[in-house]
């Protein structure tokens, strides 16, 4: 089936580690994302990826950081210099660099930070 | 200012009623697109219904309608007959402009469906 996966679902951390969320598409999807969601919010915008190897800042890219060395994986790392992390984190793709581009979601990664 | 207003924090709805969610948006683009999302409890995204903005007739998709009105900058969904499982978050969300793959998401309205 193709899709989107996240890994894990849920994600303990104590305070100083980094931690690394996984985030795979086989829909041979261009673009990929990453969000972070608080409680009762919309979605903001970390970081995101049009092709391998490139990468952007969104609104609020501080405190983290990406990689996109394949196609389908875009991991997201939480650094200790995220003053706040604890938050449901999406990852999303995209064919990307079409009008009617659309982006598709994986199930998500709450992380909890103890 | 905001880029995507939607100003129903929360909406009660009886079982089979339609409902509207209210969704207004802020551009200077000509090209632009608008999207509606679905959260359920379980915290995944599911992707609705899509409006560009050259589309002359609404988006429609089984039982949810995009009310768009262009000049008003507006871009309501409709759910025909409501149903139990519609109980969610729904998230409007634009992209402004061509080859810019990124989207802006509103706060989002909570749906409760009444039985």
């Known amino acids: 089936d193709g899709g989107i996966t996240q890994s894990p679902k849920y994600l303990f951390r104590k305070e100083g580690q980094n931690v690394t969320l996984s985030c795979e598409q086989n829909l041979n999807h261009d673009a990929m994302y990453w969000y972070r969601q608080d409680p009762g919010q919309g979605l903001r915008l970390i970081y995101y990826?049009?092709?391998?190897?490139?990468?952007q800042k969104g609104d609020i890219a501080e405190g983290y950081s990406v990689s996109r060395e394949k196609k389908e994986s875009f991991p997201l790392t939480v650094t200790s210099a995220q003053k706040n992390p604890t938050a449901f984190y999406l990852c999303?793709?995209?064919?990307?660099?079409?009008?009617?581009?659309?982006?598709?979601f994986g199930p998500g990664t709450r992380l909890t930070v103890l | 200012a905001q880029k995507i207003t939607q100003t129903q924090p929360g909406m009660f709805v009886q079982e089979k009623e339609a409902v509207t969610l209210d969704c207004t948006y802020d551009t200077s683009d000509q090209s632009y697109g608008l999207f509606w999302y679905k959260q359920p409890s379980s915290g995944e995204m599911i992707f609705l219904i899509y409006?560009?903005?050259?589309?002359?007739q609404n988006a429609t998709e089984g039982r949810y309608s995009l009310n768009f009105q262009k000049a008003r900058k507006s871009a309501n969904l409709v759910i025909s007959a409501s149903q139990l499982g519609d109980s969610a978050m729904y998230f409007c969300?634009?992209?402004?402009?061509?080859?810019?793959?990124?989207?802006?998401f509103g706060k989002g309205t909570r749906l409760h469906i009444l039985p």
């Open positions: 409006q560009g903005s050259y589309d002359e």
């Open positions: 990826s049009q092709i391998v190897n490139d990468f």
């Open positions: 969300a634009m992209r402004e402009g061509v080859g810019d793959d990124k989207i802006i």
């Open positions: 999303a793709s995209s064919i990307g660099g079409t009008s009617t581009d659309t982006q598709y």
